[in-house]
T-cell receptor, first 109, second 115 residues
Framework: SQQGEEDPQALSIQEGENATMNCSYKTSINNLQWYRQNSGRGLVHLIL?????REKHSGRLRVTLDTSKKSSSLLITASRAADTASYFCAFGGNTPLVFGKGTRLSVIA | NAGVMQNPRHLVRRRGQEARLRCSPVKGHSHVYWYRQLPEEGLKFMVY????????ESGMPKERFSAEFPKEGPSILRIQQVVRGDSAAYFC?????????????FGPGTRLTVT
């Protein structure tokens, strides 16, 4: 299966702590993207990292990509209750985006 | 700037009926993607369309499902003779270019319930 896998499946942290989610994939990719989905809502694009990039920042988000290990991580610093959501990695190669099953993040105030 | 619009947001159909899901992409986007999401699951790709053409339908069931993206008007995902297993959230996304290098903008989804 080409599906990505996020780890952990669920994560619960206190407000202010950092949250790290990982994603592994099996095929070669052109880019890897992270999306957030609030319960019952559509997906919101967070960040795109290309295969020739190793790290990218956007506000409190930091994404790394290791193509040799076929893995990526998403770090959310200084988490807030509003960060509570499911986070999906998705990768694009020669086919449309393939999504993992997601990490459910709960940030407790 | 309007994002991706989907309607209806919720759709209830009895087994055997037809479901029509509509998607209006971001203005200027000519690439549309349909995904299905089951509870507690990630999104599964169904079909990728460019104006008037189906580019990739490898994720769409061969029977009962069809999709179109006409020159004028929204993209339509059509499910004939729905069954309970079709109950899911269906998301549409659009992008200005091919999937390789562009982020996809997602609509709010249509939640289909088959009774």
């Amino acid at each position: 299966s080409q599906q990505g896998e996020e780890d952990p499946q669920a994560l619960s942290i206190q407000e202010g702590e950092n949250a790290t989610m990982n994603c592994s994939y099996k095929t070669s990719i052109n880019n890897l993207q992270w999306y957030r989905q609030n319960s019952g809502r559509g997906l919101v694009h967070l960040i795109l990292i290309r295969s020739n990039e190793r790290e990218k920042h956007s506000g409190r988000l930091r994404v790394t990509l290791d193509t040799s290990k076929k893995s990526s991580s998403l770090l959310i610093t200084a988490s807030r209750a509003a960060d509570t959501a499911s986070y999906f990695c998705a990768f694009g190669g020669n086919t449309p985006l393939v999504f993992g099953k997601g990490t459910r993040l709960s940030v407790i105030a | 700037n309007a994002g991706v619009m989907q309607n209806p947001r919720h759709l209830v159909r009895r087994r055997g009926q037809e479901a029509r899901l509509r998607c209006s992409p971001v203005k200027g986007h000519s690439h549309v993607y349909w995904y299905r999401q089951l509870p507690e699951e990630g999104l599964k790709f169904m079909v990728y369309l460019q104006k008037e053409n189906i580019i990739d339908e490898s994720g769409m069931p061969k029977e009962r499902f069809s999709a179109e993206f006409p020159k004028e008007g929204p993209s339509i995902l059509r499910i004939q003779q729905v069954v309970r297993g079709d109950s899911a959230a269906y998301f549409c996304a659009s992008s200005p270019g091919t999937a390789r290098g562009y982020e996809q903008y997602f609509g709010p989804g249509t939640r289909l319930t088959v009774t």
